[in-house]
């Protein structure tokens, strides 16, 4: 009776380890896969798309990645149901891990959760590293928000070769958020935004640090002692949005 009553019992013990579940990986579900599809944007060929989970250094190895890219920027992926971290990145040169540094393309992080069974599609968008700001590749961006104007010296003159740059904050002493490519000699400019709001903008030949003698710099005013607000709504492109630049002295 007791051996049989010892046997009955070790059965009902497999059959509970038997029931539980095998560990499953911090943000993931699961129960199946999903295709995550898309474009990576200007720039697209030779870009590599990495996937990150949640809390894992963005500088340090990826989950799984994807390229190079062709020149289309189209890239599909079935991945296991969960939450992710995608960073698309273009190093000038061939250093797998670590900062993205100045030349290098990149985009800034985009969170996907995936659901099984239920195909996912979004476009990435990137910019060059230039110093230690985000200079945007213009119209090729497609950025739904933007900001056009002329870059004209005191006299009127159109200035070749100057930058705007877009600030958050009146005071313009943090880094920007966003730079323009370089004007051309037009004198025009063109600022993609990723988001509307309100900014502060000022042009500058220059990147980094206060403005210095012989550099040429403007702010964005209306005859105002302090610059004066550029504010736009989501999808808006705000026209002559002029700025005029003098030597500093």
Same mark, same amino acid.
């Given at each position: 009776?007791?051996?049989?009553?010892?046997?009955?019992?070790?059965?009902?013990?497999?059959?509970?380890?038997?029931?539980?579940?095998?560990?499953?990986?911090?943000?993931?579900?699961?129960?199946?896969?999903?295709?995550?599809?898309?474009?990576?944007?200007?720039?697209?060929?030779?870009?590599?798309?990495?996937?990150?989970?949640?809390?894992?250094?963005?500088?340090?190895?990826?989950?799984?990645?994807?390229?190079?890219?062709?020149?289309?920027?189209?890239?599909?992926?079935?991945?296991?149901?969960?939450?992710?971290?995608?960073?698309?990145?273009?190093? +000038?040169?061939?250093?797998?891990? *670590? @900062?993205? /540094?100045? $030349? #290098?393309?990149?985009?800034?992080?985009? %969170?996907?959760? !995936? &659901?099984?069974?239920?195909?996912?599609?979004?476009?990435?968008?990137?910019?060059?590293?230039?110093?230690?700001?985000?200079?945007?590749?213009?119209?090729?961006?497609?950025?739904?928000?933007?900001?056009?104007?002329?870059?004209?010296?005191?006299?009127?003159?159109?200035?070749?070769?100057?930058?705007?740059?877009?600030?958050?904050?009146?005071?313009?002493?943090?880094?920007?958020?966003?730079?323009?490519?370089?004007?051309?000699?037009?004198?025009?400019?063109?600022?993609?935004?990723?988001?509307?709001?309100?900014?502060?903008?000022? +042009?500058?030949?220059?990147?980094? *640090? @206060?403005? /210095?003698? $012989? #550099?040429?710099?403007?702010?964005?005013? %209306?005859?105002? !002692? &302090?610059?004066?607000?550029?504010?736009?709504?989501?999808?808006?492109?705000?026209?002559?949005?002029?700025?005029?630049?003098?030597?500093?002295?």
């Amino acid at each position: 009776m007791m051996k049989r009553l010892l046997f009955l019992m070790l059965i009902a013990l497999l059959a509970v380890a038997g029931c539980e579940k095998a560990p499953v990986a911090p943000g993931t579900s699961k129960g199946g896969f999903a295709t995550l599809s898309g474009t990576a944007r200007k720039p697209a060929d030779g870009a590599t798309l990495y996937f990150y989970r949640p809390g894992e250094d963005l500088k340090g190895p990826p989950f799984t990645r994807i390229g190079p890219l062709g020149p289309d920027g189209g890239f599909s992926i079935d991945l296991p149901a969960g939450d992710y971290i995608l960073v698309l990145r273009q190093r +000038a040169t061939e250093e797998d891990t *670590g @900062p993205v /540094k100045e $030349g #290098d393309v990149k985009s800034d992080p985009v %969170k996907v959760r !995936v &659901e099984a069974d239920k195909p996912l599609s979004l476009d990435i968008n990137a910019y060059l590293k230039t110093g230690n700001v985000k200079e945007a590749f213009g119209e090729a961006v497609k950025w739904p928000t933007m900001i056009t104007g002329l870059i004209t010296d005191a006299q009127g003159k159109p200035l070749e070769g100057i930058r705007v740059h877009a600030y958050d904050h009146v005071q313009m002493s943090e880094r920007p958020k966003v730079v323009s490519p370089r004007t051309g000699p037009d004198g025009r400019y063109l600022l993609a935004l990723p988001e509307g709001g309100t900014y502060y903008l000022c +042009a500058r030949d220059k990147y980094g *640090g @206060p403005p /210095k003698v $012989g #550099d040429l710099y403007g702010r964005f005013d %209306k005859g105002t !002692v &302090e610059p004066s607000a550029v504010i736009l709504s989501e999808g808006q492109t705000l026209e002559k949005v002029d700025i005029v630049v003098h030597t500093v002295w």
